[in-house]
């Protein structure tokens, strides 16, 4: 008895399986068919690609002679604000390290936008003193970024501009557990450190409670020296996205940063610098 009930399972087993294979099969070519009909063609962009605001970070090295600089090498840092008219038309504010002179200013200029998706532009950070970026556009909607070099002579410096959430931040936009990460120079005399210039680099994590405060840890490697470092903190953020920070370290320092938010939830960043004298340190977060 339980030998036919078997046998009647295995046949019918057998029959649902050559009856469903034609219909999966089916749908799969239906599917694959479907996928190839609804492909949209390479995307394209123009100026209008680029309309709203965007968080900017800079880093790299003045190599050439500028006017009213110090003579060079130096390096440089910078953190700014960038809102695009969709028209060809840019404006901003940034803070920025000169060489650990650390200086805010505001912008204008104007871009270009090809249809291949490379960009460029020319503005005036300083008065009389114009500079120009080449680059490239990729993503889309609040992912889109736009990564890219300055190319006036003497500048080695690269960028990345990130789009910052349209419809603003606060404080509370910070919540929860973020790694960290940053790197660049140090050119002060900091207490109970070894001379300058230090080349300072630092990987962890930091957790925010959404009202303003933070606290964290990780490795800090102070020119080649692997340090152990805890922190606490306070935290700004205001409507536009731009943020500010005081830092209370584990190795005394008290240390404070500028910089703007980007993307939303779970791809949300933070990029910015350090603004104490004799700092051109770059120092991000990205939400865990």
């Known amino acids: 008895m339980a030998t036919r ?3 009647w399972s295995l046949t019918l087993v057998a029959l649902l399986f050559s009856l ?18 609804v492909k949209a063609p390479s995307r394209g962009c123009s100026l209008a690609t680029l309309k709203g605001t965007y968080g900017v970070w800079e880093q790299g090295t003045v190599v050439g ?25 840019l404006s901003g504010t940034y803070t920025g390290s000169f060489g650990g002179a650390i200086v805010p200013g505001t912008f204008t200029g104007t871009y270009g936008v090809n249809p291949d998706c490379t960009y460029s532009d ?6 009389g003193f114009v500079v120009h970026h080449a680059g490239t556009i990729t993503g889309a909607g609040v992912s889109l970024q736009i990564d890219y070099i300055y190319t006036d002579a003497g500048l080695v410096i690269s960028g990345t501009a990130k789009k910052t959430p349209p419809w603003g931040c606060s404080v509370a936009s910070f919540r929860g ?68 920070a005081v830092i209370h370290t584990s190795l005394g320092l008290v240390l404070h940063e500028a910089g703007t938010a980007t993307g939303v939830w779970p791809s949300q960043e933070y ?18």
């Open 20 to 37: 469903l294979v034609p219909v999966v099969q089916a749908q799969g070519q239906e599917l694959s068919a479907g996928v190839k009909a």
């Open 177 to 244: 557990t973020y790694a960290h990460f940053g790197q660049g120079t140090v050119t002060a005399q900091l207490p109970a450190l070894p001379p300058p210039p230090l080349l300072w680099d630092h990987s962890g994590t930091v957790t925010f409670d959404g009202k303003g405060n933070f606290s964290g840890g990780g490795t800090e490697s102070v020119n080649g020296t692997a340090v152990p470092l805890t922190f606490t903190g306070t935290y700004t953020v205001n409507p536009d996205c731009t943020t500010s």
């Open 65 to 89: 002679d500028l006017p009213g600089f110090p003579p060079p090498p130096w390096l440089f840092a910078n953190s700014a604000k960038a809102t695009y008219d969709g028209t060809g038309n």
């Open 122 to 127: 020319e503005f005036t950070p300083l008065p």
């Open 271 to 288: 990029h910015g610098i350090f603004t104490d004298a004799g700092w051109i340190f770059v120092d991000g977060l990205k939400k865990q």
């Open 5 to 7: 009930k078997t046998g």
